[in-house]
């Protein structure tokens, strides 16, 4: 499949995420859905390897690696995320995830020594202004807030580990592991990793089984996860962390397309101005280097 098409995808199944994650809240306790979430997706990866017979073996080692794969991915970058949206704004949240592209050319520069491109620095620098002006009234209307460091410190962390996961992720398919048998064996250890957070915090086993929360959860653990997960790593191998990791600030704008049509958002000057950064952003992070 052509770079391009995945890289749409990607953009187009996780921007549209942020709409259906509103029908997970209330009922269920967020760790408790993501467990759910993650089980679904993981089962499903099961079968389908079976049926298109991905190899299931792997070392000892190798599991070590996917399974820190799958903590930093789909296990604690989730949970604090959930976490930090407590105290801040989605538009907040959106902004510092962001900075999972510098995190992303630092780790791959220490781990890998991969050189730092500039454009993509510069691209990068570009999309976290993007969002941020996407984004103008929350941002501003955070501002006196005490409790946004706290929501900004676990907003940070969650990003800084989804990074992590994204290193761990480039040593799994960089080994030749299968992306559908490192995400299966990944969503699984996520999957278990969340039941033992729920458990230690006490949070109390519940299912919502109206239409909105079922329709969502399916969604978000086959398109969201499954789905979209297997994309995004396959864009990993082929373009490297940092030009994957800018799908993370075009997802708002997804977002905000669909507020726009089932929430009745109305765009502002600054989003405009901060859209039309985040495309050009967008076209040097991807652009090839000139000879």
């Known amino acids: 499949m052509p770079s391009a098409l995945i890289y749409s995808l990607v953009v187009l199944i996780w921007g549209t995420t942020w709409y259906a994650i509103k029908f997970q809240l209330g009922v269920v306790a967020p760790e408790i859905s993501l467990v759910y979430r993650f089980s679904i997706a993981a089962i499903c990866l099961f079968i389908y390897a079976r049926i298109v017979g991905s190899p299931m073996r792997m070392s000892r080692r190798e599991h070590v690696f996917v399974a820190l794969q799958g903590l930093a991915l789909f296990c604690l970058n989730y949970w604090l995320t959930y976490l930090s949206t407590q105290y801040l704004t989605s538009g907040l949240v959106a902004v510092i995830f962001t900075s999972i592209i510098f995190f992303n050319l630092i780790n791959a520069r220490l781990i890998f020594r991969t050189p730092i491109d500039r454009r993509v620095l510069a691209a990068a620098a570009a999309g976290m202004f993007g969002v941020a002006l996407l984004f103008l009234p929350e ?153």
């Open 139 to 291: 941002l501003s209307a955070a501002a006196g807030d005490r409790t946004v460091m706290l929501g900004c410190l676990l907003a940070l962390v969650a990003t800084y580990i989804a990074s992590l996961g994204n290193m761990a992720a480039m040593r799994n398919t960089g080994s030749s592991l299968p992306v559908v048998t490192v995400n299966a064996y990944g969503m699984a250890y996520g999957a278990a990793g969340l039941a033992l957070i729920a458990t230690l915090r006490g949070a109390p086993i519940a299912f919502d089984a109206s239409w909105p929360y079922v329709v969502s959860l399916l969604y978000l653990s086959l398109a969201g996860t499954s789905l979209a997960f297997g994309l995004y790593l396959a864009l990993l191998k082929k373009i490297g962390p940092a030009r994957a990791a800018y799908t993370s600030v075009l997802f708002p704008v997804i977002a905000l397309g669909v507020s726009t049509v089932f929430e009745g958002y109305r765009w502002s000057l600054p989003a405009f101005s901060g859209l039309a950064v985040l495309l050009a952003g967008n076209a040097l992070a991807l652009s090839q280097r000139r000879r």
